[in-house]
């Protein structure tokens, strides 16, 4: 592990709502080629930790460098699936068009998407399965549709890394199989995963690393070391076996 | 017609389709309201640029209205970072006090100024031609039409180049950040242009009746299509069918013409809100009284394969064991026969071939939850279209 290269570097970050801090002096490393969840109680910052990452709020204190450089210098080379609810999907456009969205990071300012962009588009479509439902308009799309259509537009932006929060949110079994296979795949290519995850029980089959997050970093490692009680715990604030087993 | 009416029509149309563009962001961005807000609330911003410039199609004028129309969207946004209150309140209470401050200057300064109230609220188109664009003894034309004209042709090219940042920032701004298209660069863009064009059409229509032509052809448009693109096509030729109709309205019953433009966008919307083919009301109830026959169908269709006692299939037994209405039981066995669902033999009702393959369909269907085998059902049956 020594001399893995280092993806994401996070260096005392802390984050705040109107000056109440969300996130407290966060130090972070994940290591290129990892998996990783995030997890921690309701409220406990995890969804802020990506947003901070991504630039998308501007954090009080800190850094953030992707491959040793800041974000900013760095934006082709992330991903980014935001929260399905986070959007309108009432917004007049078709599935397609919001895959090709993946492409504009690439295509910068003003330039108009192609048949090139078209073309990345409808592949990452196909990967996710969802090519046959490519002019549905994306009102019409059932919620496990809904998160595969985010997940292309994420294959579209073509990154090393991947952020994705709560991906599994409000998706049937079948979606959720399909979505960690294809996260399971990325990791093969060497990619680099980060998801915001909620359910504990699916931690140690789908991830290798995970990060513990209440407000501050209570752990993070592979799971294997360190997904124990004790984390879960110090995390949770409850015995979190006693709980589970109740 | 003569040339006053065709250039009351023509100014019209421009103002009708300049404010249609930014309308439809709006709308989408669920900001209506904030178009209200500006159209109010750059009146001092007008009065104050008309006592330096002297002049109410001056560019300058145009500018320094539209600066305060940006101030309230930042002050509205302030008060609403407090938390203390929600974003409709924060309206409410930043727009009138801006407004009001504009019809305090224009009463204290009655005398020196060519402002009244009821032209700032209402507007007045019929006046548009007698301010001539002259330049060196040649007439141009109204001056109103050429700062609309030019307005509009400002937005229109924004539209183009930043058509694909307008979209991605307007449906997801988390990612728009994230790719490097600030959402906040494109808001304030948005809001400016907004602004620059409600300060242009406020002369010809007033600071209620702008509003109308902002939001209702957007709104219209949106009942209407699933494409960006199409509502925005939409957008204009609602814009632009309204202000030309208006103004005939406003002809006949020698009434205000940026009224009976705001009227016609109404009944316009009324239509289009009653009949659209998808998202209209009466389609909307059409279907929902279709999806109301199609549940008990299959409710039916279950009970039949589910039941292989005759007494339970007995045709005068159905209504009792299924507990309904006499009119919606009659319905539901006359739909489930026309589709050749089920067959009636010595008044005892058994499924098909075909009833059997769709109930087992349907039954899959609401365990799995799962599209691709419902789809070809979907063309018959309005149930599944979700």
Known sequence: ?246 | MNSPQIEIQIIAVIVAMACAIPGVFLVLRKMALISDAISHAILPGIVIGFFVTQDLNSPLLILLAALTGVITVVLVEFIQKTGLVKEDTAIGLVFPVLFSIGVILISKNANDIHLDVDAVLLGELAFAPFDRFMVEGTDLGPKSLWVMGSILLITISLLLLFFKELKVSTFDAGLSSAIGISPIVMHYGLMSISSITVVGAFDAVGAILVVALMIAPAATAYLLTEDLKKMIGLSLLFGAVSAISGYWVANVLDASISGSIATTLGVIFLIVYLFAPKKGLISVLYRQKQQKIEVSLITFLLHLNRHDEESERHINHLREHINWQEVQARTVLNLAEKNNLIEIKNSVVSLTEKGLTFTEKSLEYIVNNKDEKIEPMKEDFFLFRG
Request: aromatic share 8%; charged share 20%; proline share 4%.
């Open chain 1, 1 to 246: 592990m020594d001399n893995q290269k280092i993806a994401v570097q996070i260096d005392d970050l802390t984050a705040a709502y109107n000056y109440k801090p969300v996130l407290w002096d966060i130090d972070l490393s994940v290591p290129e080629g990892v998996l990783m969840a995030i997890v921690g109680p309701n409220g406990a910052g995890k969804s802020t930790l990506i947003k901070a990452i991504l630039g998308i709020i501007k954090p009080i204190a800190g850094s953030v460098s992707i491959y040793g450089k800041p974000y900013s210098k760095q934006r082709k080379m992330v991903a980014y699936v935001p929260q399905k609810g986070s959007v309108d999907w009432d917004f007049p456009t078709t599935a397609l068009d919001v895959v090709m969205m993946g492409t504009y990071g690439s295509l910068g300012w003003i330039k108009r998407p192609g048949q090139k962009e078209k073309k990345i588009a409808l592949e990452s479509m196909e990967k996710v399965g969802m090519l046959a439902f490519k002019n549905r308009q994306i009102s019409q799309l059932s919620g496990g549709q809904q998160q595969r259509v985010f997940l292309a537009r994420a294959l579209a932006q073509d990154a090393a890394i991947y952020f994705m929060d709560e991906p599994f949110q409000g998706v049937d079994a079948t979606t959720e199989i399909a979505i960690i296979n294809i996260l399971k795949e990325l990791r093969k290519a060497g990619k680099t995963v980060v998801v915001v995850h909620h359910d504990l029980q699916t931690v140690p089959e789908y991830f290798d690393w995970v990060t513990f997050l209440n407000v501050k970093k209570i752990a993070t490692g592979p799971v294997k070391e360190i997904f124990n009680d004790d984390n879960l715990t110090k995390t949770y604030g409850i015995n979190y076996k006693v709980a589970v087993n109740k």
